[in-house]
């Protein structure tokens, strides 16, 4: 019997993790796997698995692909019958007999951790169809749907590291699991079901992350939701990483506070770049926090991310969630305001989506949430904001995307800071201006979003356009206009400090054998902030030439 694990991931640098989970466990089995993205023609995707032959067909479903996967088994169903189809994943766990009434050629659903009951229904296939004690599985018997207990979590230490050495993973990233389960209960979550959790023994970590440093892999993404929740473990993989990893960056989802002094003492040993903290602040009004069952102290959350930013070292990314209970507009703004004020190295402003099996969709009454029928579920309106107030944040979230979180203006954006103590209306001013310009409705170049920026706060003056301007000439994605100024006088003062060869290997000794007439077309001598600055263009490395500029030929 050949089996095929497919899976449509959200981009091609991903890679799927639990179609190889399953694979790996299913040893004795004729067990491939075929991924593509939800990017890719489906009429291929669909060619592609036709071809492949295969007596079943597997998928891996959340709210990303659902839509696509179901069309597509609905067509393989149509071209060939006899063909099995089961899907697993989030998307299916929660409403396995729903998917199978609404979905007739789907033929089984499993439920919740796929490794022992998809291995235990290959081998039911294969000897008698009976599936009556394959736990977490849904099935149909003579028009009929049957669904078995769902099985409880396994102890991740049973299962075998999933991926080998002869693995196509360049330029991927690469997902890692070292625990499975949540001790927590957020309730727009999955994660915390049960409140339990298993953790991988840490010399295996150990032993699994050396694979990955010592085959180059350029990120490892940790899949634990709650990575520090046992906080000295954390503390021990950290201290591991730091000592041991090369080239390979790793990504990890926090509880910023849980964070320890200790923690924050390894930490400093970090590099630069070689870790990335995600942590999830999702609001900062108490009384969200309290009803979505989180329990976390902001004033304390707020010191550890301070530590972690000053360290300078790791990348921190903060989330907020629009929609949550007892959040309206004004609340939001605060907390908005209260969690960019931190500096993160990026803010995600996320939309809530009231997933299937969440305590939050199971109560949307309480609520009154109306949202999306479709995947992924997200709210389009709730008793504290309007579809109008959320169309707003997303323009909002357009903002920060493009003027925050790029990184192209970091200047720019610094010097706003200081100039107004509500951040939140820097990118309000934002949103208004491309209102009135219609510019959400056309496609916006990067050179634009400079000229846009100076002219939303061109009241600021000179020195804010300096700004502006500084971050433009440090973006090799931004056109280059001229070299030079066009007075004539500039000019010659340009040559005059090129000619000299004791500025040229104090600056761009990478030029020392280059004449000025070609050094002048590989660099950028501009005045800024009343200084004047030399831009290697090739680098974007800059100096502070002012002294040598006027002081030289004179």
Known sequence: MKTLLTAL????????????????YCKGFDVTIKEYTINDNIDAVIAGIFEFDADVIAFSCYIWNIEKILYIAECLKKINPSLIIVLGGLEVSYDAKKVLVDNPYVDFVISGEGEIPFK????KLEEDRNFEKVLSLTYRKNDEIFQNPKAKLNDINDFSFVYQKDDDLKNKIVYYESSRGCPYNCSYCLSGEGNSVTFLDTNRVKKELQFFIDNNIPLVKFVDRTFNADKKRADEIFKFIIENTKNTKFHFELAGDLITDRTLDILKNAKNDMMQFEIGVQSTNQKTIESIGRKIDFDRLKDKIISLLSLGTIHIHLDLIAGLPHEDLDSFKNSFNDVISLKPNMLQLGFLKLLKGSRIRNEYQKYGYVFKSRAPYEIISNNFMSFADLCYLKKIETALDRYYNSGDFKNSIDYLFDKFDDKFEIFDKIVAHFNKNNLFDVGVSLDMLFDELICIFSYLGKEFCDHVNFDRMLNQKCKIKSNIDDSETFKEKCFEFLKNQENIEKYIPEFNDLAPKKIIKLIR????????????????????????FYNKGE
């Open 9 to 24: 991931n959200a981009k091609y640098v991903h890679t799927n993790l639990a179609v190889r989970c399953i694979k790996n």
């Open 120 to 123: 235990m229904l290959l081998e």
């Open 525 to 548: 001598i501009e005045e800024f902030f009343d200084k004047i600055w030399l831009f290697n263009l090739k680098t974007r490395r800059y100096f502070d030439i002012t002294n040598d």
